[in-house]
T-cell receptor, first 113, second 118 residues
Framework: DGGITQSPKYLFRKEGQNVTLSCEQN?????MYWYRQDPGQGLRLIYY???????QKGDIAEGYSVSREKKESFPLTVTSAQKNPTAFYLC????????????FGPGTRLTVT | AQTVTQSQPEMSVQEAETVTLSCTYD???????LFWYKQPPSRQMILVIR??????QNATENRFSVNFQKAAKSFSLKISDSQLGDTAMYFC???????????????FGTGTRLTIIP
């Protein structure tokens, strides 16, 4: 089955540590995205990538970094510079050759204490 | 910048009734897309319905339909014959094109938590 996988579902880290969230898709989509979801704030765009080896900052990129070395993978690193890292993180991809519908992964809940 | 406003943080309705969720948006663009996404307790985002701004006809998907008023910048979602499985957060989203690649950025509203009461 085609889709987007994010692992792990729940992640716990100590304050001051960097942590990397995984996102893999087998939909052959060029564009991939990372969103952050906080209660009462909907989804906010962190980073997006149009194509391999290229990515752009979204609305709330500070304290985050990404890489796009492969079409299928778009990992997100939450660095110690992110002041409020505890949140639900959603990865998505878009078919830019057809419907442009955005498909979402199941998400990762990150808790930093 | 585009903004999306959902003014109803929470709603509840009896099973089998009809409910309407409101959404307004602000943009200077003339061509865009609007979406309603559903996020059940599993937190998986699911596309419910989409509307192209250039189409005058309101989109319909089974029990879900929209009332798209372009001049008023309003995009409400109507759920008919509501079912317990409709209990979820519902997000209105607006899409613009942000590059020549056709890459699409979604701007989301803050969501409406809908509860279907048995």
């Amino acid at each position: 089955d085609g889709g987007i996988t994010q692992s792990p579902k729940y992640l716990f880290r100590k304050e001051g540590q960097n942590v990397t969230l995984s996102c893999e898709q087998n939909l052959n989509h060029d564009a991939m995205y990372w969103y952050r979801q906080d209660p009462g704030q909907g989804l906010r765009l962190i980073y997006y990538s149009q194509i391999v080896n290229d990515f752009q900052k979204g609305d709330i990129a500070e304290g985050y970094s990404v890489s796009r070395e492969k079409k299928e993978s778009f990992p997100l690193t939450v660095t110690s510079a992110q002041k409020n890292p505890t949140a639900f993180y959603l990865c998505a991809s878009t078919d830019t050759t057809g419907s442009y519908e955005q498909y979402f992964g199941p998400g990762t809940r990150l808790t930093v204490t | 910048a585009q903004t999306v406003t959902q003014s109803q943080p929470e709603m509840s309705v009896q099973e089998a009734e009809t409910v309407t969720l409101s959404c307004t948006y602000d943009t200077s663009e003339s061509n865009y897309y609007l979406f309603w996404y559903k996020q059940p307790p599993s937190r998986q985002m699911i596309l419910v319905i989409r509307q192209e701004a250039y189409k005058q006809q309101n989109a319909t998907e089974n029990r879900f339909s929209v009332n798209f008023q372009k001049a008023a910048k309003s995009f409400s979602l109507k759920i008919s014959d509501s079912q317990l499985g409709d209990t979820a957060m519902y997000f209105c989203a607006f899409r613009i094109t942000i590059s020549n690649f056709g890459n699409e950025k979604l701007t989301f509203g803050t969501g409406t938590r809908l509860t279907i009461i048995p």
